[in-house]
Each structure stands twice: as structure tokens, then as C-alpha cells.
């Protein structure tokens, strides 16, 4: 059960690491500003409808044994 | 009892995949979903309301019901049809300060047999000039699980969650998502009205005795999303999520989606394929009563396999191309989705079928999911 937990607390640090040192770090974007229109174009919002994504992630939750790991931090519904 | 996770998906709308360094648009959604599948008729309402305050915070309230109507197998083959209604409502706060969003959220779920409430937080930090942001999420519920045959009966179930998530943009046409999610769950877990089957060796039939679930249970699962911009104005996107936990159960879920503009309408095609195996204390028959420590016949807990096709369409009947031609509203869509989700389970006796005992089909579902909403964007 300890190794299952830590999957996602092994992540944390270099995450948080990366977060902390980003603001000083040297990396150049290689997707400039002006080159992400076609990434602003609504049909490639990731989730654009909200409400229907929560709803179907709710149903597949309760016909299927799986949950989580889908954009939410969220899992599972026992509906009979 | 619906019950357990009342807020998994609903902390979708807490979290959802986000950008640290811009707050969400403000829009109110209004949607009809139906569920109709396997003798079980669920609809209800969904409404969401998002607006700003200012320029560093966003309010978001969610109200949905879910009004039941079950015959389903479980139901037929060990108790009787029953109709039941779940109310659940969130309120959260969204808080911007330079390129960082923290997130606040509180989810209450009730219906006659059981109470749930949740609150989760998390920080998304937009990083290296915007491509990447990084979200830490966690997520405390509170659940009480009750029986309306035994006003005696009260149990609780405590559940945690903790998410990590990175949206990356990889290239000026590539969009990619990573979220590694786990959840620890400890209290009742098992449904009080649900029965496995035992053989009799009496009558060489079988008999029903009470589930008995673990009372612990920590799962993780880890999704990876990718949505391309293709040459011309379309998308595709493809997902895939591995799924592990501490009763044995272990997913794989694959999807690929194509969305098509045309004119004022965006159409949308998803294929879904799941698979998974069963949890270690599952039997579709026991051999004996109180066979082994824990026992369950859940469905959803057998080795099965998911297909889903979906189709939907909206139409977007109101852009005022920034000419304020509508008052306050900006924009407004109108959406219709179906979902046509087939299960095939294979552990799962379908007893209706009145065969000798062992030689029962195999249960399969089939099941259409509607939704039909409108977006305004203001």
C-alpha cells in the first residue's frame, strides 16, 4: 500500500523543484506567443464543455471499476 | 443509494485541465443528461455559473440532480425496482496572482440513504514562458452511508485525493495533458443492499448472502492527453489511462477523438475502448457461504470490457464578434451528445436467464447516454 501512495508524492518534489526554479531559469519558449493561434482555436480547449466532461466522467465512473487520472482530481461512483 | 465519490467527476469542474495564468471565461451552462441502459433510467439537470470578481477572482457554482428509475439486474435478481433522486451542489473560488490560480472548492451530494460532502484545493503554476503549467490538487470527502430499511444503520467513509497534472505545449499544433491521481479511501465501502451468490450444496442450487467489501482501498491511475491541430481547421486527440489498485483491479483505457468545424456548427466523433481485470475478492459464484474474508459481486468490480461511440453536435446561433449586438452576452452554443456505451462483462452471470446453475449467459449492457445543454458566454 506505501509503494501504491507514493506515486504520486515521488512526483511532487522534482515538480515542485522545476515550479520553484522556473521563474529564474533560462529556457526560452520554443512556441513563441504570436505562433500559438491554431493552440487558441477553440476546438483544441482540452476541455471546453465543463459540465458534459464532469457528467461523462461520472457515468463511466459508475460503469467501470477504474476512476481518476482524466484532467480531474477526481475518481470514482459505486452506482449500482 | 447512488452513492460513493459524489464528487470525483464534479472536482472536474474544480480542477479541470487549466491555465494558471488566466482565469476561466465566464459562462453559465444549462444541460438535460438521460442515462437509459440496463433497466435503469437516470436524467436530471446540470447547472453551472461562472463570473468574475475584478481581475484576480472567478466564483463558480454547480447545481445537478440525478432522478433514478432502477430495474437493473442487480436490482430484479435480489431486490426490488426503486426510484430515488440525488441532489448534489458545489460552490468554489478561483484565485489569480501573476502567472499562479489557487482553487478552492466545496461539493455536498444528498439523497435519502446517504450524505457526502467534499472540499479540495490546488495551485496551478503557468512555467517557461507559458508552455507549461503544473497543478497540485487535493481533495478531502466526508461520506455517510445510510440504509432506508434500517434507520439503525450509519457508516461513514473517508476518502483523499491527490492529483498532479502538467498541460504541455509541445509544438504550435500539439497539446498535451500528464495527470497522476491518487486515491485513498477508508470506511464502508460496499453497497448495504448488494448480495453475492453462493452455491448451496443443499439443494444444488444457489443463495444470496451480504457483501463484505475491504475496508481500505488506495487506487492510482495516470492519463496522458494529446490533441493535434491538423493541416486543416480539425482536431484529433488521443488518450490513454492506466489504472492500478489495492483490490487487484488494473484498467487500460484508450480513446481517439476527431473534431470537424463547419460553418457555425462543431462536430465531434470519440471511440472509447476500456478493459480491466476483477478485484480479488470478486466471485460471480462463491462456493459456500462465507466462502472467503471478503466477498463482493459487483459488476463493475468483474473482469469486463467497455466500448463507446460518441457523436455530438453544437451549434454556436450567437457571436456578437465583439459589437456588444446582445448586451452582455458574447456568445451562445447549443450542444446534443450521444453516447452509446456497450459492456461486455466477463464474470457476470445474467440470472434472468433461468439456466441451470454454471451454465447462466454472460451479462451484457447496453446503454445510450444523451445530453442536450446550452452555453452562454458573457
Redesign the interface.
Known amino acids: 500500500?506505501k509503494k501504491?501512495?507514493s506515486?504520486?508524492?515521488r512526483?511532487?518534489l522534482p515538480?515542485?523543484a522545476?515550479?520553484a526554479l522556473?521563474g529564474c531559469?533560462g529556457?526560452?519558449?520554443?512556441?513563441k506567443?504570436y505562433?500559438?493561434d491554431?493552440?487558441a482555436?477553440?476546438?483544441?480547449a482540452?476541455?471546453g464543455?465543463?459540465?458534459?466532461?464532469?457528467?461523462?466522467?461520472?457515468?463511466?465512473?459508475?460503469?467501470?471499476?477504474?476512476?481518476?487520472?482524466?484532467?480531474?482530481?477526481?475518481?470514482?461512483?459505486?452506482?449500482? | 443509494?447512488?452513492?460513493?465519490?459524489?464528487?470525483?467527476?464534479?472536482?472536474?469542474?474544480?480542477?479541470?485541465?487549466v491555465h494558471a495564468g488566466v482565469l476561466p471565461d465566464d459562462r453559465a451552462?444549462v444541460?438535460y443528461?438521460l442515462?437509459d441502459g440496463g433497466g435503469?433510467t437516470i436524467d436530471g439537470p446540470?447547472v453551472?455559473v461562472r463570473k468574475k470578481a475584478g481581475k484576480s477572482l472567478s466564483f463558480v457554482g454547480?447545481y445537478?440532480v440525478d432522478m433514478v428509475s432502477?430495474a437493473?439486474i442487480?436490482?430484479i435478481t435480489t431486490a426490488s425496482p426503486y426510484t430515488e433522486e440525488r441532489k448534489q451542489w458545489s460552490l468554489g473560488m478561483d484565485y489569480l496572482h501573476g502567472n499562479t490560480t489557487m482553487r478552492v472548492n466545496y461539493t455536498s451530494s444528498v439523497e435519502s440513504d446517504f450524505d457526502g460532502e467534499t472540499v479540495?484545493f490546488?495551485v496551478s503554476?503557468d512555467?517557461?514562458?507559458?508552455?507549461?503549467t503544473?497543478t497540485?490538487?487535493?481533495?478531502l470527502g466526508d461520506d455517510l452511508v445510510r440504509m432506508s430499511t434500517d434507520t439503525t444503520f450509519e457508516e461513514p467513509l473517508d476518502r483523499q485525493?491527490?492529483?498532479?497534472?502538467?498541460?504541455q505545449?509541445l509544438?504550435?499544433?500539439l497539446?498535451s495533458?500528464l495527470?497522476?491521481?491518487?486515491?485513498?479511501e477508508e470506511g464502508y465501502?460496499n453497497?448495504p443492499?448488494?448480495s453475492v451468490r453462493y452455491f448451496d450444496a443443499a439443494t444444488g442450487g444457489y443463495d444470496f448472502e451480504r457483501e463484505l467489501y475491504p475496508n481500505?482501498r488506495?487506487?492510482?491511475?495516470?492519463?496522458l492527453?494529446m490533441?493535434y491541430?491538423l493541416p486543416y481547421?480539425?482536431?484529433v486527440e488521443g488518450?490513454y489511462?492506466?489504472?492500478?489498485?489495492?483490490w487487484d483491479?488494473e484498467?487500460h483505457?484508450v480513446s481517439l477523438s476527431y473534431?470537424h468545424?463547419w460553418k457555425d456548427f462543431?462536430f465531434t466523433g470519440k471511440l472509447r475502448y476500456?478493459d480491466?481485470t476483477?478485484?480479488h475478492f470478486y466471485r460471480d459464484l462463491f462456493p459456500g457461504p462465507q466462502a472467503t474474508n471478503f466477498r463482493g459481486r459487483?459488476k463493475?468490480?468483474s473482469p469486463?470490457t467497455?466500448y463507446?461511440f460518441k457523436l455530438q453536435a453544437a451549434y454556436e446561433f450567437l457571436n456578437d464578434d465583439g459589437n456588444d449586438t446582445f448586451g452582455f452576452i458574447k456568445r451562445a452554443k447549443v450542444?446534443a451528445?450521444l453516447?452509446m456505451?456497450s459492456?461486455d462483462y466477463h464474470d457476470f452471470s445474467d440470472l434472468t436467464a433461468q439456466e441451470v446453475i454454471g451454465n447462466e449467459p454472460l451479462y451484457q449492457?447496453d446503454?445510450n447516454?444523451f445530453?442536450f445543454?446550452f452555453?452562454f458566454f458573457y
Not at chain 1, 529556457?27 to 512556441?31: G, R
Not at chain 1, 482555436?41 to 483544441?44: E, H
Not at chain 2, 443509494?1 to 485541465?17: E, S, Y
Open positions: 500500500m501504491t501512495v506515486l504520486t508524492g512526483l511532487l515538480l515542485l522545476m515550479a522556473s531559469s529556457i526560452e519558449p520554443w512556441v506567443p505562433e500559438r491554431k493552440l482555436d477553440p476546438i483544441m482540452l476541455d464543455d465543463p459540465v458534459s466532461t464532469a457528467y461523462i466522467q461520472h457515468v463511466f465512473e459508475a460503469r467501470e471499476g477504474a476512476r481518476g487520472g482524466e484532467g480531474a482530481a477526481g475518481g470514482g461512483c459505486g452506482c449500482n | 443509494m447512488i452513492r460513493r465519490g459524489l464528487t470525483f467527476a464534479t472536482l472536474l469542474l474544480a480542477f479541470g485541465v451552462d444541460l443528461h442515462y435503469v446540470s453551472l454547480n445537478y432502477s437493473s442487480d436490482v479540495s490546488s503554476q512555467m517557461f514562458g507559458d508552455l507549461t503544473l497540485l490538487s487535493y481533495a485525493i491527490y492529483g498532479v497534472g502538467i498541460t505545449i509544438t504550435k499544433n497539446i495533458s495527470n497522476v491521481e491518487t486515491v485513498t465501502l453497497n443492499y448488494r481500505t488506495t487506487s492510482n491511475a495516470v492519463g492527453r490533441r491541430f481547421r480539425a482536431a488518450e489511462r492506466f489504472f492500478t489498485d489495492t483491479i484498467g483505457t473534431i468545424p462543431t476500456h480491466q476483477g478485484a459487483d463493475e468490480l469486463l467497455s463507446t450542444t451528445s453516447n456505451l459492456v449492457l446503454a447516454i445530453q445543454y452555453s
